[in-house]
């Protein structure tokens, strides 16, 4: 039992557990006293045990005691000699000397050495050993001279190795010994024999701090004996500086090492250059210096130029090019420069992979730090794909207890926590506290904390305090009871103490203990420790970094926290200052899901509404929510999530915030069909709230279908339901809107039967009756509108009283009516009945115009001038139709008073109005209200400048231009006349107004039918403006186009394809040819050269609009369609079947989302893809194409038209081909019933086509009456069109022989054939093919005649043909 006691304690012994040792070699020290004595040799050698034990405490004093028991055991039984007394002095003097009694080591380590010596030979290890110590006893009493002879003694005696440590350090003090006695190469040979020593032994075994200090004083030694030998610039004291600087590292002396590295720098640079390999080399070392002291600045730069020289140096994928961008994106990973820092890290990557082995730790690290940045930038699926693969490495290579894999977990675990995988990000967190990172308890708390687990949270949070507490050096009471100002002060006092290289670390230390109290709820101690530890961020990493960010977000939050008191504006504004500069920083680095991002958002959006700010708060709430749903999806959706969306959603809309408001809405209508289903009432009134929402914003289509969905769900639970009534009363808004009035009147109609039936307010129905009003109104039966707007007056007035709001805007609907019919006194008692009320500008404005219509101009005045000063401070919106109106009216008023001066200002003010409107002059009644205001206009100009001033003459070409828009060109033509003739007058014929106005009088009788004159026009204005602007002006572009125009209309082709490609080159002069209106000029030349058959020309000219138009405007514009589509055709006339389809189903895509369904563009384009389907035998699509054409034509003009004929023509031919020929008759049948109607007494020439294929169907058939008639009548329609001597009267008359051969009516096949040969060898001549045929034919009824000779003269002739 003895022994396994004393085993026991050697084991606890070796593995540094000494308590545990010391105590079993104590018990088995009384065992053996008690069973063996006092004086056993085993008692000796348990003393000696616990003698080492209390050693390696530093328990000198006892240890001592324990070995001189041993010793004095060991004297009673053993020689005199015995080599234990070596060991137990030497003990002796080991202790000793820790206790600084070097007299009396001195005594012990000489009697051990002379012992070992004695004992083992001059050459042993031990002897050498304790001279080393006697040495060193020696030189701590001062004896220089014997402490000097035993190293020496040491070195010769050869009992160490060669690579001993100890060896080096003998060297090292004979080295000092001879410098300080200036026997310099002596020093230096032993100075170099330690350095030697020391390197290998650093290279090859992990040496400790002190060790290198011992390698530090000879690097020291050595550059003082370089100063001697070689002077200051050498390689060899370059070299010493790097060594020494890389050494002042090892020892944590990097301010030293820096001004080694600087030194070793500019000696390398002058000796070698500044390109030099070993420049780069130490810029590399002292880069990763600099960052070690927080200068990242200088950090980067030294970096940088060591990465630049490496790349001069090495190969691009050399392995130190590799290390040093692997550095230098530490450094800007530092300083927070994401980006640059992730893509050198995968240069490095890329290089190290490629040169290191599969296993090499290089390659994790590298991968590590990758995956770090791009869980901090929110890529989490590329960091765990990084992190997995550098932990497979370290786990291979390091095991799963070193650091390195515990750090590459604690990122994994992270990227877990950010997807909200909190099971997963436990076990990796629980891993990493296991094997020493016990600051990931806060993460595990925080975690537990998310699941509501508070007791579990609590435990992990307070052991997370108690390490950051150890770490800061405070009392571990502190967590529970802190006191502000003690902190303060405490945290102030440390950092005073801490050196600058250390400082960031320190403030980490502080907010990780700030974040551990924020979690426990200890808001204010928390706050301290985030103010104190920013300013130290702040002047270390500037005001970018995302350290500094989730400081200011911490302090943001807090101060949200404590903000509840009354008097908590000041916190609350400070909070909203730290938040908004955190948002701004995490924007800068972070994805937009990422869940810091998302935190942020969501606290500066309660801040926002604690502030009263809702729209504000309304911006950052579902942005937030918008970052969350990206990176993880709408989890467990609840009732409560929804109503919240729902009322986030009326806030949006109420402030104006439409997009967000829908998206709110929608996000709930998701949420309430998941828990409630389809057709419950609170998804009806959802979609209600959304119809309404959709209706406000314009779009109108879509607020249709929400509003009948709610309806269809309302009337599934009451079809009777106020519900019901509210969605049919909104259709009905939504109807008027759209101008569908008469499913307004129905829903309106619907709504009104239910509010009666129910017994609804005065109010609600006399609002659906003055809706109704509005529909009739707007259906133009003014008598009906009058009679329910009289009737909503009456029940308003009967529950509001006459005075009311809602009345007055009843009285001004009634009088807009009466306005209509004619009824101005009607009219006028209504709207003064309004303006009584209510004197806002609208009804002043109506009764004003009233007025003016009754020549009662003063009040008119009065009435208009209040409303135009009303409308002038309201109207946010200079193209306010209604202000023009006003602006005109009161024109009128100030001509019909004789002020014209007056006058010309306000037609002038309507007209400015007026023109800022889009498609100002798009209906009806807006063109008239434009013209009076440009007759008003020239009126005033007349009576105050007269008729022959430039101002009428101006005002008179905008009369023309838009008398041309809305295509009415004879008052065109007139205003620009007279333009004309004003221009010439006052500035003669070679003016540029004179060019302006002949070029819009040109394009205005083209319009009109004349380009003959229109050309004389162009010619005028191309000369003027030649000489007033030069050749190659735009201006003169346009007018090649109109003269190509002109020329166009006169079918002069050639000369409109020639002045088209003068435009094109003055354009490509000007703006390289490359404008939209170039490409509508190309787009018009390859329609000439399609109708000349010049197809290449057009496939150029239309290929080169489609390019210019795409770039310009993108794929999906009705423009590039159009090209695309006239590009198909060409390839179609070309029978190049494949491109054609391409181009007219890409045309087809676009122009189905561009236009109405019922649109001639569609129907053109489905009856030319049914040709192109036909031609590749597509034979379903092609008659799907032609239904679709047919279908869209007769929406748009009805059945008789030619368009619908020609699809049904087309239709047929791909039945023929098909061989469904019932089928195809009955197409070509009902072309023809169409084409009776729509081509008059002469027929087209598609109906002899239809015709003569309809022959040719009945003759295959063997219906030889009806195919017999058909050609017929084919034939009388060619002669009918074509005269009697032409191609396509030969070809059926061809036709028609065939046919009577085929049945064997030879006499009508002959008289066919005769006349068929007859005009083909006048049309084509004897050597035609077709000749031939005729020939041919004529031979075979020949022959059934039997007149062989004739017969075979025939068949002679066509052979030779």
Not at 557 to 563: D, H, M, P, R
Not at 965 to 993: F, M
Not at 1030 to 1041: N, S
Not at 1088 to 1110: D, P
């Amino acid at each position: 039992f003895r022994r396994v006691l004393f085993r026991l304690g050697i084991c606890f012994c070796e593995t540094n557990q000494y308590s545990q040792s010391l105590e079993k070699f104590q018990e088995c020290l009384e065992i053996r006293i008690s069973l063996l004595g006092p004086l056993h040799i085993e008692c000796a050698n348990t003393y000696e045990s616990i003698g080492i034990v209390q050693q390696k405490t530093e328990r000198h004093e006892d240890a001592i005691h324990s070995f001189e028991r041993g010793l004095a055991i060991k004297k009673t039984s053993a020689a005199d000699d015995d080599e234990d007394f070596c060991i137990l002095l030497q003990f002796i003097g080991s202790s000793l000397f820790a206790l600084k009694r070097y007299d009396d080591a001195v005594g012990y380590f000489g009697d051990s050495a002379e012992r070992k010596k004695n004992h083992y030979g001059r050459t042993d290890e031990d002897y050498a050993m304790s001279v080393i110590d006697l040495a060193a006893a020696y030189a701590k009493m001062g004896d220089e001279k014997h402490s000097m002879e035993y190293y020496l003694e040491a070195v010769e005696c050869g009992g160490l190795p060669s690579d001993s440590w100890e060896l080096g350090v003998a060297h090292k003090c004979l080295g000092g010994y001879f410098f300080h006695r200036k026997m310099f190469d002596v020093s230096l040979e032993r100075y170099g024999e330690a350095t030697a020593i020391f390197e290998w032994n650093i290279d090859n075994v992990q040496g400790s701090e002190a060790k290198h200090e011992d390698l530090l004083q000879c690097y020291v030694h050595l550059l003082d004996l370089e100063d001697e030998n070689a002077g200051l610039i050498s390689d060899a004291r370059a070299e010493l500086c790097y060594k020494l600087a890389n050494c002042y590292v090892q020892v944590n002396k990097h301010e030293d090492a820096v001004l080694m590295y600087r030194e070793a720098i500019m000696i390398q640079t002058q000796l070698h250059g500044t390109d030099h390999l070993s420049v780069a080399n130490t810029l590399h070392n002292l880069g990763n210096c600099y960052r070690d002291l927080s200068e990242f600045e200088k950090s980067a730069e030294c970096l940088s130029k060591s990465l630049s020289l490496s790349t001069i140096n090495f190969e691009d994928e050399n392995e130190e090019v590799a290390d040093t961008l692997h550095c230098l994106a530490m450094t800007l990973m530092s300083t927070c420069e994401l980006d640059d820092s992730a893509s050198l890290f995968e240069r490095a990557l890329a290089i190290r992979k490629k040169r290191l082995g599969a296993l090499d730790l290089n390659i994790a690290s590298t991968l590590y730090n990758l995956a770090h940045i791009l869980q901090l930038r929110g890529n989490w699926n590329n960091s765990i794909k990084h992190s997995k693969e550098a932990l497979r490495i370290q786990r291979m290579t390091v095991g799963d207890d070193s650091p390195i894999t515990t750090s590459t977990l604690e990122c994994i675990g992270r990227i877990h926590m950010d997807k909200r995988e909190f099971e997963n990000a436990i076990q990796c967190f629980n891993t990493c506290v296991s094997q020493g990172k016990p600051k990931l308890q806060r993460e595990c708390g925080i975690i537990h904390k998310y699941r509501g687990e508070s007791f579990k949270a609590r435990q992990m949070l307070m052991q997370a305090g108690l390490h950051a507490l150890h770490q800061l050096s405070l009392s571990e009471s502190q967590i529970d009871d802190l006191d502000l100002s003690n902190l303060t002060t405490k945290f102030q006092e440390k950092k005073g103490q801490i050196s600058d290289k250390d400082l960031l670390g320190y403030a980490e230390n502080i907010m990780f203990y700030g974040s551990v109290l924020m979690n426990l709820e200890k808001f204010n101690q928390a706050l301290e420790c985030f103010r104190f530890s920013n300013v130290i961020f702040q002047a270390k990493y500037g005001s970018d970094h995302l350290t500094i960010s989730e400081n200011l977000h911490s302090t943001g939050f807090i101060l949200e926290k404590i903000s509840d008191s009354p008097n908590s504006q000041h916190q609350l504004e400070e909070a909203l200052e730290q938040l908004t500069e955190a948002l701004r920083i995490r924007k800068l680095h972070l994805v937009g899901s990422h869940p810091d991002l998302e935190e942020t958002l969501l606290c500066l959006g309660k801040v926002h509404h604690k502030l009263g700010n809702v729209g504000a708060a309304l911006n950052f709430l579902p942005e937030a929510i918008r970052a969350r749903d990206v990176r993880l999806g709408r989890k467990h959706a609840r009732m409560d999530d929804a109503d919240a969306l729902l009322q986030v959603g009326q806030l949006h809309q109420q402030s104006g915030q439409f997009r967000q408001a829908l998206h709110s809405f929608e996000e709930c209508l998701d949420i309430r069909r998941q828990l409630l289903g389809g057709n419950h009432p609170s998804i009806g009134e959802l979609l209600f709230y959304i119809g309404n929402l959709l209706r406000e914003v314009g779009n109108l289509d879509l607020a249709q279908m929400k509003f009948e969905e709610s309806l269809a769900i309302a009337e599934q639970a009451d079809p009777d339901s106020l519900e019901t009534a509210d969605t049919l009363f909104s259709l009905g808004v939504l109807h008027t809107e759209q101008k569908q009035f008469s499913l307004a009147l129905d829903a309106y109609l619907g709504s009104l039967h239910i509010h009666k039936a129910r017994g609804s307010t005065k109010t609600a129905i006399a609002e659906i009756l003055n809706n109704i009003g509005i529909t009739y109104f707007g259906m133009k039966e003014f008598d009906r509108a009058q009679i329910y707007h009289a009737e909503a007056l009456e029940s308003l007035i009967q529950e509001l009283g006459d005075d009311h709001v809602d009345v007055a805007f009843c009285w001004h609907s009634l009088g807009v009516v009466h306005q209509e019919l004619g009824d101005q006194a009607e009219a006028f008692k209504s709207f003064q009945n309004a303006v009584s009320i209510e004197r806002t500008e609208l009804y002043l404005q109506s009764l004003g115009m009233c007025l003016v219509k009754m020549n009662d101009n003063e009040n008119a005045y009065v009435c208009l001038d209040e409303a135009l000063c009303m409308k002038t401070l309201d109207c946010g919106n200079d193209a306010d139709d209604d202000l023009a109106e006003i602006q005109r009216h009161l024109g009128i008023v100030w001509m019909r008073k004789k002020r014209f001066d007056e006058s010309l200002k306000c037609f002038e003010a309507a007209l400015k109005i007026k023109l800022q409107i889009p498609d100002c002059s798009e209906s009806e009644k807006d063109h008239r209200h434009l013209i009076n205001c440009l007759d008003g206009a020239l009126e005033a100009v007349s009576e105050v400048f007269g008729t022959q001033h430039l101002k009428y003459a101006r005002l008179l070409h905008q009369k023309g231009n838009f008398h041309g828009t809305k295509k009415e060109h004879t008052l065109a033509i007139e205003a620009y006349v007279e333009t004309l003739r004003i221009y010439k007058g006052e500035h003669g014929d070679s003016h540029l107004s004179v060019a302006n106005t002949l070029f819009n009088l040109g394009v205005s009788l083209n319009a009109k039918g004349s380009p003959e004159k229109a050309i004389r026009c162009f010619a005028k204005a191309l000369r003027i403006t030649k000489a007033r602007l030069g050749e190659d002006h735009l201006d003169v572009a346009d007018t090649y186009e109109q003269v190509a125009e002109s020329n166009k209309l006169l079918l002069k082709y050639n000369d409109a394809t020639s002045y088209y490609e003068k435009a094109l080159n003055v354009r490509k002069q000007a703006t390289g040819a490359s404008d939209l209106k170039s490409a509508a000029i190309m787009h018009e030349l390859g329609k000439i050269h399609f109708q000349g058959g010049l197809w290449e020309n057009a496939e150029r000219a239309f290929k080169e609009s489609v390019r210019i138009r795409t770039v310009h405007l993108g794929q999906d514009d009705h423009l590039v369609a159009e090209s695309m589509y006239h590009l198909g055709l060409v390839y179609k006339s070309r029978s190049d079947s494949a491109k054609a389809l391409k181009y007219l189903e890409g045309s087809l895509r676009t122009i189905k989302s561009k236009l109405p369904s019922a649109d001639t563009q569609l129907a053109d384009n489905f009856h030319s893809l049914g040709g192109v389907h036909s031609s590749l035998g597509n034979i379903g699509k092609s008659v799907f194409c032609y239904d679709k054409a047919v279908q869209i034509y007769t929406e748009v003009h009805g059945k008789r038209n030619g368009n619908v004929a020609s699809s049904l023509a087309g239709k047929g031919e791909t039945l023929r081909s098909d061989e469904q020929f019932q089928e195809a008759l009955s197409c070509f049948s009902e072309c023809l019933d169409i084409r009776k109607t729509v081509d008059g007494p002469t027929p087209a020439e598609e109906s002899g086509n239809v015709m003569s294929q309809m022959g040719e169907i009945y003759s295959q058939l063997g219906d030889s009456t009806n195919a017999s008639l058909s050609f017929a009548s084919a034939l009388t329609a060619y002669r009918l069109i074509f005269g009697t001597k032409h191609q396509t009267v030969a070809d059926v008359l061809q036709k028609m022989s065939a046919h009577f051969v085929k049945v064997g009516e030879f006499e009508r096949g002959y008289s066919c054939v005769k006349e068929t040969l007859s005009l083909q060898q006048e049309l084509f001549g004897e050597d035609d093919t077709r000749t031939a045929d005729s020939h041919y034919c004529m031979g075979t009824i020949l022959y059934e005649w039997n007149n062989y000779a004739e017969a075979s003269k025939c068949f002679e002739k066509a052979r030779d043909i």
